[in-house]
Antibody, heavy 120, light 111 residues
Framework: QVQLQESGPGLVKPSQTLSLTCSVSGDSISNKGYYWSWIRQHPGKGLEWIGYIFYSGSTKYNPSLKSRVTISQDTSKNHFSLRLTSVTAADTAVYYC????????????WGQGSLVTVSS | SYVLTQAPSVSVAPGQTATITCGGNNIGNKNVHWYQQKPGQAPVVVVYDDSDRPSGIPERFSGSNSGSMATLTISRVEAGDEADYYC??????????????FGGGTKLTVL
């Protein structure tokens, strides 16, 4: 059974960098069949795809966030990470990691989510 | 960019059928996935690739997709089905840029 778990600071100051890690168990992020992704959900709002990383290290990002986002991986630890720079209050959200399954990508499974608040 | 449109809310009595729609330009040409999200929890896939059901999801959940509308149907609705439901597609129609797009979500209330 594949499980994902987000971890990282719950509070980040404005203009600083948000950093989260997703630890994966039950599957390898080196598996060629899947993409590993980040999604966020603003409080009381809908879902927004942030980006993904493939086993090869290639990445794709949501154009709306591309200039501030980096997703990286550590295959030795079987985890992947999110960095979002120059954060503002508008980046306050629950951040989820998830596996993308299939050639036209459903997210399955998801981590339980990590609330990150941007505030001084 | 590709947009998916969902009604904000749907209400249904227990035992009745709930119909949740997701509108998009030629969405019938795409694979649509549906997620259920209960308060404080992560989303869970209930239907994928328009009409397939993951193991463990009741047969009461079904999906269809044609033209400009995809539909999630929940038969014999139970109190435990009360949740937010999101549709999602993969799109590359804008400058061949890959994006995963979600609808705005529909809150299902069981009366």
């Amino acid at each position: 059974q594949v499980q994902l778990q987000e971890s990282g600071p719950g509070l980040v100051k404005p203009s600083q960098t948000l950093s989260l890690t997703c630890s994966v168990s039950g599957d390898s992020i080196s598996n060629k069949g899947y993409y590993w992704s980040w999604i966020r959900q603003h409080p009381g709002k809908g879902l927004e795809w942030i980006g993904y990383i493939f086993y090869s290290g290639s990445t794709k990002y949501n154009p709306s966030l591309k200039s501030r986002v980096t997703i990286s991986q550590d295959t030795s630890k079987n985890h992947f990470s999110l960095r979002l720079t120059s954060v503002t209050a508008a980046d306050t959200a629950v951040y989820y990691c998830a596996r993308i399954v299939g050639p036209v990508g459903r997210f399955d499974p998801w981590g339980q989510g990590s609330l990150v608040t941007v505030s001084s | 960019s590709y947009v998916l449109t969902q009604a904000p809310s749907v209400s249904v009595a227990p035992g009745q059928t709930a119909t949740i729609t997701c509108g998009g330009n030629n969405i019938g040409n795409k694979n649509v996935h549906w997620y259920q999200q209960k308060p404080g929890q992560a989303p869970v896939v209930v239907v994928y690739d328009d009409s397939d059901r993951p193991s463990g999801i009741p047969e009461r959940f079904s999906g269809s997709n044609s033209g400009s509308m995809a539909t999630l149907t929940i038969s014999r609705v139970e109190a435990g089905d009360e949740a937010d439901y999101y549709c999602q597609v993969w799109d590359s129609s804008t400058d061949h840029v890959w994006v995963w797009v979600f609808g705005g979500g529909t809150k299902l209330t069981v009366l």
